[in-house]
């Protein structure tokens, strides 16, 4: 049975009036190290206690997960007063939680005006599996890439997330599934590996995350960060549908495990599934996975094919793809389409899909066929979609009467 959770009592009306009469703060979250000590500096912290205020702060925020700085047990009350007068650390709203019969779960997040701007939504998925627990996080609000079998890509791009948001995704669903330790002292607090819910992230959300390269960059750097969330580089891979200018950098910069959206082998097919290819083209996007750094039998790239029946899935596509990822180490993720309302695309038959990936295991390369989870609550690989998007032009007015109603009272 699948199960949706309402977090909010009134979501519109009480969060824009409550943002309508506090202040704007910034927030600590995704700021580097020497951000963050710019930023106690810049609220009165002596520049001489700066460097230790900045330790302190990254391991409660980062390896405690607290949300709030009164839990902050080894800092001065003065300074959490300060601390609290000037920034902010909160989590952003959920509006739901979705649990999926599979164990998958889904939340609606929904992130505060940014400037003159609205609030925003955007979507991010938990997937448990036997030995680990991959969470699916969002660069973006909306998508430019209109990906022809995607649902996210019929919802046109409304922002870039911040690195702060993108990292709130991780701190929130930690949260939820308790995967920080107990927070009542300040020591002996480091999860063993072993037993986090979250072992695994994918930036295969919302959005084109090399169209957000270098917030991306910076929550990504903070989550593998040693002293902090601690993720492995292995255990994080981004996912693009072609970016190629940006490809080398991801490699070089961020060091990550790679995923190429590609489902064709031919420029003609994937134009129409993946549009970008127009502009950056299949002899160009190979290029540049040859020359991605670090790449081996050890790190290799993987390639995601969705399966559409009569579209991709024939033997001789099975044989136009080995021939094109010819001496890339690589692993060949085959996915089920998983339907959206409005959609004209079908999965292809399981007998064929099966036989798709025995001539790809033949051929000597991996070719795991991913299990569909989270369908029932379109939690599935290119299904999400903000329900911020569907509001009606009606339903947005009223939502700004209701700001400026609040301000007036505030």
Known sequence: MTLSLDLTANPTRDMLRARAVMPAKGS???????ELGEALISAGVPERQAK???????????????????????????????????FTIARPEIVEEQISNDG????????PPRGAGRPVEIETVYIPEEGRGTLCISSQ?????????????????VRNLTAEEILAQLLTARDRLGDFPERGTPDGAIVPAEGRKVTNVVMMGMGEPLYNFEAVKKAL????????????????????????????????EIGVMLAISLHATNDDLRDLLVPINKKYPLSELIAACRAYPGLSNAKRITFEYVMLKDVNDSIEDAKALIKLLR?????????PFNPWPGTNYQCSDWETI???????????????????????????????????????KVDRLALEAMMIAGHGEA
């Not at 998958?104 to 997040?109: A, G, I, Q, V, Y």
């Not at 593998?224 to 255990?235: V, Y």
């Not at 070719?367 to 569907?390: F, N, V």
């Open 327 to 335: 001496g890339i180490p690589a692993k060949i993720n085959l996915i």
């Open 104 to 111: 998958t779960r889904k939340w609606l997040f929904r992130f």
């Open 141 to 157: 609000v909306g998508c430019t890439l209109t990906c022809s079998f995607c649902h996210t890509g019929t919802q046109k791009l």
């Open 221 to 252: 750097l903070i989550a593998s960060d040693g002293d902090g969330l601690s993720l492995s580089k292995r255990r994080i891979t981004l996912s693009t549908s072609g970016v190629v200018p940006e490809i080398f950098r991801t490699g070089d």
């Open 28 to 34: 600590l979250i995704g700021l580097s190290r020497a």
């Open 354 to 392: 099966e036989k798709f990936a025995d001539y790809i295991n033949n051929a000597g390369y991996a070719s795991p066929i991913r299990t569909p989870r989270g369908r029932d609550i379109l939690a599935a690989c290119g299904q999400l979609k903000s329900e911020s998007e569907r509001m009606k």
């Open 52 to 86: 230790m205020r900045v330790q302190q702060l990254w391991h409660w925020l980062y390896v405690r997960g607290v949300s709030d700085f009164s839990e902050m047990l080894n800092i001065s009350k003065d300074l959490r007063a300060t601390l609290e007068q000037h």
